[in-house]
């Protein structure tokens, strides 16, 4: 059986409220109950990888028995979160997850917190300087809209000071803005030179090409991945299309959604394929240089 990657919401609670987000201010998602799932069986399912998303997954009160389960099954576990509660939970997670995202919005701080309508640029920083501290794999996610892309030499010069790499992803879902020009694009790619910066090259091609294709889909989301929401249920193919025909949606059209389109890119030998795998391994190089910084 062909790996998979398990993205796990574990909660759609979150104490921000992020300006190219609605999960937050979805009132059917607040009302599912968060009950517990035996990741150990995610094994069965061919999954290697575990994503754990939310809403802000840290507010899961058994967060830390979710990744020890998950190391204990053999996953590889990465975590994104906003940073605020990580230095209450840090050493209940540091040593059962893989990757460690800290989402910066932006390098400035009034920026930051306008981006995500609460003060927590500070804690972001703040976590990020725990997480390496504890030798965690710490990793600035900066998602590109139109206003924050402005800003990119600046978040590097901040991750550089920081000695953590940051990588750059499109954002995937900010009402119909999430397109930018070919200029920006080539802008972005400039930047993979940099040593501290990651990016999937995947990514940046399937921006410039509108997404997914109804008529022709790219999307191999229930394929490459598995998707369980908070209260344990398992649904197909994705999140955002859940029991629909994968890629062929109208939810599908022109979809970025990143969780389930960069899985899928590993799916099939065309560009696609091939851009990630590079990419991939480029991301591994650089990253492990910084890992063996710490040392």
């Not at 995610?42 to 507010?59: Q, W």
């Not at 899961?60 to 230095?87: C, F, M, S």
């Given at each position: 059986?062909?790996?998979?990657?398990?993205?796990?919401?574990?909660?759609?609670?979150?104490?921000?409220?992020?300006?190219?987000?609605?999960?937050?201010?979805?009132?059917?998602?607040?009302?599912?109950?968060?009950?517990?799932?035996?990741?150990?069986?995610?094994?069965?399912?061919?999954?290697?990888?575990?994503?754990?998303?939310?809403?802000?997954?840290?507010?899961?009160?058994?967060?830390?028995?979710?990744?020890?389960?998950?190391?204990?099954?053999?996953?590889?576990?990465?975590?994104?979160?906003?940073?605020?509660?990580?230095?209450?939970?840090a050493r209940l997670l540091s040593s059962h997850v893989d990757r460690l995202f800290i989402s910066l919005d932006y390098p400035f701080e009034e920026m930051h917190d306008r981006s995500r309508g609460t003060e927590c640029f500070h804690s972001a920083v703040k976590s990020l300087k725990l997480a390496q501290q504890l030798g965690q794999n710490a990793v600035i996610k900066f998602i590109l809209t139109r206003d924050s892309v402005l800003y990119m030499p600046e978040m590097v010069d901040l991750a550089?000071?920081?000695?953590?790499?940051?990588?750059?992803?499109?954002?995937?879902?900010?009402?119909?803005?999430?397109?930018?020009e070919p200029a920006t694009i080539n802008h972005i790619k400039y930047f993979f030179r940099r040593r501290s910066v990651l990016l999937d090259l995947a990514a940046l091609e399937w921006v410039r090409q509108g997404g997914n294709r109804v008529i022709t889909p790219?999307?191999?989301?229930?394929?490459?991945?598995?998707?369980?929401?908070?209260?344990?249920?398992?649904?197909?193919?994705?999140?955002?299309?859940?029991?629909?025909?994968?890629?062929?949606?109208?939810?599908?059209?022109?979809?970025?959604?990143?969780?389930?389109?960069?899985?899928s890119f590993s799916k099939g030998l065309d560009k696609y394929f091939w851009l990630n795998w590079y990419s991939e391994r480029v991301n591994q190089r650089k990253q492990s240089r910084f890992s063996l910084s710490k040392v």
């Open positions: 059986m062909s790996t998979r990657t398990a993205n796990y919401y574990v909660t759609l609670r979150c104490n921000d409220s992020c300006e190219f987000c609605t999960i937050w201010d979805t009132k059917e998602h607040q009302q599912i109950e968060e009950k517990p799932y035996a990741v150990s069986r995610l094994r069965d399912l061919g999954v290697d990888r575990l994503n754990i998303l939310g809403g802000e997954p840290l507010l899961r009160p058994d967060l830390p028995e979710i990744v020890q389960q998950a190391k204990a099954a053999g996953l590889h576990v990465e975590l994104t979160t906003n940073g605020i509660l990580y230095p209450d939970k550089e000071k920081l000695h953590v790499p940051v990588y750059f992803i499109p954002v995937y879902d900010f009402h119909g803005t999430q397109g930018f790219r999307c191999r989301a229930g394929e490459a991945t598995v998707t369980i929401l908070p209260d344990g249920r398992q649904v197909s193919p994705c999140f955002f299309n859940q029991n629909g025909r994968q890629g062929r949606e109208d939810i599908c059209s022109s979809c970025m959604r990143w969780p389930y389109m960069l899985p």
